[in-house]
Each structure stands twice: as C-alpha cells, then as structure tokens.
C-alpha cells in the first residue's frame, strides 16, 4: 500500500482550486433565495400601498356620499342612511375584501358632518411568518350640506 505525500495533496488542491466548473451554481444557490424574497416583498409592499389607497378613496367616498348625495346615500331614517353609506364604502373597496358591517359611520358632534372610518387588517403571504399583518386605520370626515 502506498502512502499519500504531502506533495500529492497540495497538488490535488491545486487542481480543485483552479476548477471553476459548477461556481455559477453556487453562487446562484446563494443569491437566488435572497432575491426572491427581495421580489415578493416589493411586491407585497405594493399591494400594501395599493390596498390602503384604496381604504382612504373607499372611506373618503363614502363620507362624501353621506353628507351630498341624499339619492344614493340617504334614507329615512338614520339606520336607513347609515346602511347605505356603508353599502356605497363596500362598493367603492375594490380589490379589497370588506365588510359593510365594519364601516364605521358617525356624525360627531364636533361639527365635521359625516365620518367614516375602517380598520384594515392586511395579512402578509411570506414564508417562515406566522400570521403576520399590518393594520391600516382609515378615517374621513365631510362636512355636512345645508
């Protein structure tokens, strides 16, 4: 049995060292999961953007409907008026999953006519995070019409 040198390993060393087949491989093992991640949160930020433009039209809508457009937003009574506005705020979130039920439709006393807020609880899709969401508060307020 013959025994290995050391000049024997240093020489084999050298030639895994000068070897450059399979680096692209392993850099792209090493950089691809991080520019994902990169890309699906871009993404998710943008929806987060989109979803609370959205909020803010929906409520500040729907405040205005409540205060100007008696045809669409009114009623008889005022559970009548506040069910429409609500209807009328669901109507104007689109792409987004609400409830007219959590619409919240006040006339405070504090002279600003109608207001209309919403909590928006948005959930984020990544991997290796267990139920993590953003909440997104909207409130509008529109002066009364006499």
Do not use: H
């Not at 950089?31 to 989109?50: H, Q």
């Not at 909020?55 to 100007?68: D, G, N, P």
């Amino acid at each position: 049995m013959r025994r290995a040198t050391t000049s024997c390993y240093a020489a084999t060393f050298r030639r895994l060292y000068a070897c450059r087949n399979g680096g692209t491989a392993v850099e792209t093992a090493i950089i691809l999961p991080v520019l994902a991640l990169a890309i699906i949160g871009t993404i998710m930020e943008g929806w987060v953007l989109f979803s609370t433009n959205v909020l803010f039209y929906a409520v500040e809508s729907a405040a205005r409907c409540a205060a100007v457009n008696t045809t669409t937003c009114g009623g008889t009574t005022q559970a009548k008026q506040i069910s429409a506005v609500q209807t009328y705020a669901v109507s104007q979130a689109w792409g987004l999953n609400v409830t007219a039920a959590n619409f919240s439709v006040t006339q405070p006393a504090n002279g600003c006519g109608w207001r209309v807020s919403y909590n928006y609880s948005f959930n984020f899709v990544m991997p290796f995070q267990n139920d993590f969401a953003v909440n997104v508060p909207a409130s509008a307020c529109y002066p009364a019409q006499q």
